[in-house]
């Protein structure tokens, strides 16, 4: 049962540090304006923990579409709040859990954070913390009713917290009251315009000039007024798949113009 | 099982005064009449557990929008009640708890309760307590029973009891056949005049006069004959954000503009 | 399981007429002929089982709105009938029962009926002891089953026995097939009329003449041709509420207007 | 488990014939020509297992509204055949028992009639067996599946068997594919003329010659051309209520106008 | 669980034949073309799997209306196989058991047959195996997913094995995906002409002569234009009923038009 | 639970290639243009996985109808890899596993693939490997959950891994939001045009010259301007049949028009 669970659950100070960098695999590339406005807004939270005493919890959800880049923009607003305690909550440590064993596993991060007299915790893609399908749709409960009081109670006397977790799916969370309990929320959009993507081939050097050029002049012949739609994500995979290919520019500009043309579900 | 778990949750006694006391951190400002009115209704219902022979069992609902303030109310009208035994019933004490785990402490608060000659039990957020998701939607039926039992059990001869409860969602209550098993209810309304909101912000100090009036002066512009609707609680973590940026004004104005002019759902 | 929950429940005579004096609390007011038509249909249900050998099995359903007066006239019929076995079965008694829990206390009570020559079985509430809820709807079909079965089973050759069961919600009982397993049911109304209001309120010495006369004024006048609806129970929780203002008249008929003015549910 | 229920239940050889008496407590009153042609059909089943070696397993299901008194038939055409194994298989006897039980209880006395040359098994009220609920609908599939498996089921080589079942709801039980598992079925109407209840009447000595003449006028002008339908063990019922009552005739003509006027259901 | 389940079911060599045989108790009567049809179909894929190496498995759905002789025809077809391991999996031998005892049982078939160089496995009323109920609908989807597999799974290298399975809701295996894991299928045809009927009634010496040609003469002017439809195994139970009767002619015809009028569901 | 199914799971190295073999059974026949594409397509994967650094973890699923060769191709895929670790993942070696034991069983496979520098992975038929039905719809969110995660859960530093699946449900999968979890997808269509039978039915040698012909030559007239659809594999069975038959052309000819005239679904 849930309590076995919890006690089988050893404390892990020190380790997050790895796992966040390991989010941020590919760096941040600065491809528009709205970057440097998310990580700022970030900074503010993690100053208001620092300074008010009226709130000693904060919290803000990150959500947008696939492979925006969430997961890494949480992890880089974690990483330089610079607090004592900064711990990555991830579906990914948790294959094959059972609902008590997740459960156990949240429930400890924060009563290890309450412990810290300053600490973020980064909850990474709730929705497959829920087990959530939208089939039925199915979800855990008993991990949802978790999460619902977590972020609502508040750390002991004199310590302090920040939760930042991200989502895809903002209205699923929304249907489930959990979406309220969040005091705040941003939003992290998919790349937009052909500007941005140039800046982000040129950041992981795929093309040469020439090649650049070209392949742009394309995108830009294909799209006439219509916009792109793609995840910084899934952008970097298709430039790398075009790089095996003996003809790049063709490679990438037909792989793009097939999966980047509709918006980004 | 429930017996087992019965046996399981101890006895503890008066530790309630603080958890209630964390319950009022921001203490309580009359910010309108209403405040006044719901505290001496409160009142009202200790007296009536205290002096009359016919009626040992009152139990009373305190539900409005989210963050308007039903927790800390409640527990001052529990802590004001200077009853031998007061007790908090809350879903922060039960992370992870089985549906027998909730239901043993439940009722293991409602038998100590019978052992006192004059008891307050406050339980807080009710849903929450029943795991209550609107999805599906689901619930624990187990925790709603013994809720539905307990809510209407007359204390043995010469004991007497007063119960307050607070949620979110009267709604869903009704629906379960649990809102007509208590005896009254108490509407706590979100704050809806700009002049409540003067009163708040000068509470706790966020502004200088000038910043003030001229804070008031742009939510008077921006609403003009609309009415704002914002939690106290929430209005309490604007001033907050507010406080840490460098044009205190303009971030308090913007923010609660964005949050506190629809109806806080 | 059942038969190892059936084995720990203990038998036990003769302690149910402390339980069934409970229910009759504040007494049975006669403030209307239907009052004096019930019991005497429940002497006739007595009669019947004591005299006939073709119908040792009699079963009843007193049904009606919240707080009628059901269970006090069900436990009123019980004691009266000077049976040698007298039972209540009451979902108080079972709170965070096991459904085999509550399926092996209920088949205790009618084994133990079945060794009487002559018994009464009162079953309080049924939709209760069923774990019912609208939501769903849900409910223990265990339970349901075993009632199914037990109310229309013979006690053995020479032995009789006369149940009384108690609903709000006969209608669910119907869709359950409930309802058609008892041989005949009693409605319990509510309060309709002001002289029974009246009769109600002097029964408890409420008000002195001048008080009460004023307050049956302000309610003629109030309701007109229209109609009150109001349990008795909640009618005595109202006057003992008012007992405690310095204005009894007054906060007995605007609470009485309030929730009395529309049929109780 | 199964296996485990199975091995924990009694072979009971000999036991039924007294439970079988017990069905038919009132007789059986030939108040019309179908009760006669019901007991020579049954006849006709029982001769061909008894007789043809083409069709060792023949099923009958006797249907009808509540009360009509198939119960009392299936028992009568049981105990009529003087078969050496006769068995009731009856809810009442399995009060509380979980699925694994019920199935092991229902597949031992296959078995045990499988050992005898010549077999009558009586399964009453089939839908109590299956726990069946019209809200869901829910019921015990298990028991539902191992229901049409052994009605289908021959009996080893050179032993013979016959089933007779009941139930109130052919309907639903057509919906669950086990209507059509029977091989044959026998239709048991209610009482639909003031003759045959006057048969039933004279059959228990309810009423004196006036006293008789005036009750069945009472009820022809009453009635007119339309039609009384009530059940023979509810009108049993009602006439011994009448009994109790210092005015028989009207109490009789009364409830039975109340309850036998409009078809039951 | 399923391991322990799987290690408990024994192996179970050469008991087949007997159970086989008690399929086609009242042998195969050739009342019309298909039969021999349907019976050369069957030898083909036995053929089929005997001599291909590229086809190691094959399967046949055996499919038709209620008691038309699928049983029988496939028991007949395994029979004449002559392979060295034919087994039936019935629905009959798991009567109680739990879905991992059944999903042992039918596992444990394959795998013994895996070890013969040639295997015939009869899968009887594929419906039952799975619990199906039309009400819900309700099946054990884990028996069902075993089945998928097996259906696809090829035997070890040098090893074959045909497939023949039986069922009266090709519908419902259709909304399974059960259905396209079979190769190919077979219709059993209900009897639908009274010549058919005749050979049937010929064949167990129901009647003599005369009676043979009264009785089809009274069919034919009932039916007129019109078709029967009934299934074989009805047929020869109306028949043996009929024989009980002292008018075995009047029986007969009366109760086939009663129930072959209308197309065997 | 799933941590003791966890260790109980064995690891298996090196055993993967004749399993993938038997995959290939009637090998890789190469009767139109779209075989070498997505030979070549699945080829240009495996050099993206071999040689870039900023994406260690490809994941592609083939799609497409019933029998089209989904499973052979991804097989002969995976084996032209020559990666050091190749494993395939098949509902086949999980009959009758618990969805513990197959979450361990797949997260299994999947740290055994982490441990070595490059791998591949096989997912054969996602659909049955989550216990799909389509009524309900029914299946193991728990094992779709596993997938969901280790689908975009990078290897550890240095590591890299290629992730081929297949399907004939892509529609379920997008609906499960699995299909999205996948970086690109392959369709695999059925045969459609009589030359793509011809070169499958000489690869068999099924026919001699002046067989083929003529059953060519039928296929033709019959299907006219409308096109075939069927399935590389049931082309194979079908032809197999057809090869046991006295008259392999017609039967050849008969069957396929009969299966092969609507596409396969
Ligand atoms: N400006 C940027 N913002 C975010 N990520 C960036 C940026 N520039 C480059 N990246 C890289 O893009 C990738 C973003 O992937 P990430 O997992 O954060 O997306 P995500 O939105 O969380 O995806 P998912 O919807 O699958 O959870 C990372 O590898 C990151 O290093
Ligand atoms: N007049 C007031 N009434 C209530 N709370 C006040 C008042 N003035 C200040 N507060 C402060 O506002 C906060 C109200 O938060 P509280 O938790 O009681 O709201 P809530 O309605 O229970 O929220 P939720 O809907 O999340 O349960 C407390 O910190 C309290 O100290
Ligand atoms: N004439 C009366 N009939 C019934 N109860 C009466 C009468 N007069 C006074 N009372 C008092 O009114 C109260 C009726 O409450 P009771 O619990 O019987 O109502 P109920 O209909 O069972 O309520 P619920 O719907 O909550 O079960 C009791 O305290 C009883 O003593
Ligand atoms: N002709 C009759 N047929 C059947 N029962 C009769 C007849 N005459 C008198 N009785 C009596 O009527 C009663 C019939 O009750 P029985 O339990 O058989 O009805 P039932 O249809 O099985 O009821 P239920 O629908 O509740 O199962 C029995 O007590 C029986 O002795
Ligand atoms: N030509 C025939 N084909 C099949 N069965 C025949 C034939 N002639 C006689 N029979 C007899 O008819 C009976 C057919 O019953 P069987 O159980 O095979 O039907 P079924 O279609 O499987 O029934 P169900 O739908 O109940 O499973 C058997 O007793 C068999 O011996
Ligand atoms: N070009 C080809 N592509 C694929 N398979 C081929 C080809 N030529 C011959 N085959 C043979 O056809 C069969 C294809 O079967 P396979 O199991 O791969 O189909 P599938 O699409 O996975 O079927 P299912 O939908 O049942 O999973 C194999 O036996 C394979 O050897
Ligand atoms: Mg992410
Ligand atoms: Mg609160
Ligand atoms: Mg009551
Ligand atoms: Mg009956
Ligand atoms: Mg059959
Ligand atoms: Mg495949």
């Not at 459960?103 to 913390?129: G, H, W």
């Not at 209205?171 to 790349?191: C, G, H, R």
Request: with cysteine.
């Amino acid at each position: 049962d849930f309590l076995g669970a919890l006690e089988e659950v050893r404390p892990s100070f020190g380790v997050a540090e790895a796992e966040l960098q390991r989010c941020v695999s590919n760096g941040i590339i600065k491809f528009g304006d709205h970057i440097e406005r998310i990580l700022s807004d970030g900074q503010l939270f993690v100053d208001q923990v620092r300074n008010s005493d009226r709130t000693p919890l904060v919290s803000c959800l990150l959500h947008g579409p696939n492979g925006s880049g969430k997961t890494a923009l949480a992890a880089s607003i974690a990483t330089a709040s610079d607090f004592p305690f900064i711990k990555l909550v991830s579906p990914e440590t948790m294959v094959g859990f059972s609902e008590n064993a997740k459960m156990a596993t949240i429930a400890k991060v924060f009563e290890d954070a309450y412990k810290s007299p300053m600490s973020v915790i980064v909850i990474d893609c709730i929705e497959r913390l829920l087990d959530w399908v939208p089939i039925g749709p199915r979800f855990s409960n008993a991990v949802l009713q978790t999460l619902l009081v977590l972020l609502k109670k508040q750390p002991p006397k004199g310590h302090r917290l920040l939760i930042l977790a991200t989502t895809t799916h903002r209205d699923v969370l929304q249907q489930m009251d959990l979406q309220e309990a969040f005091n705040s929320d941003i939003y992290v959009p998919s790349i937009q315009n052909i500007r941005a993507i140039e800046t982000v081939v040129s950041g992981i050097n795929l093309f040469n000039d020439t090649e650049r050029y070209s392949a742009m002049k394309y995108l830009r012949d294909a799209w006439g007024d219509s916009q792109p739609s793609i995840g910084v994500k899934k952008l970097l995979m298709i430039a790398e798949m075009a790089r095996q290919d003996y003809d790049k520019v063709d490679k990438f500009v037909a792989t793009l113009l097939d999966e980047g043309s509709i918006p980004a579900k």
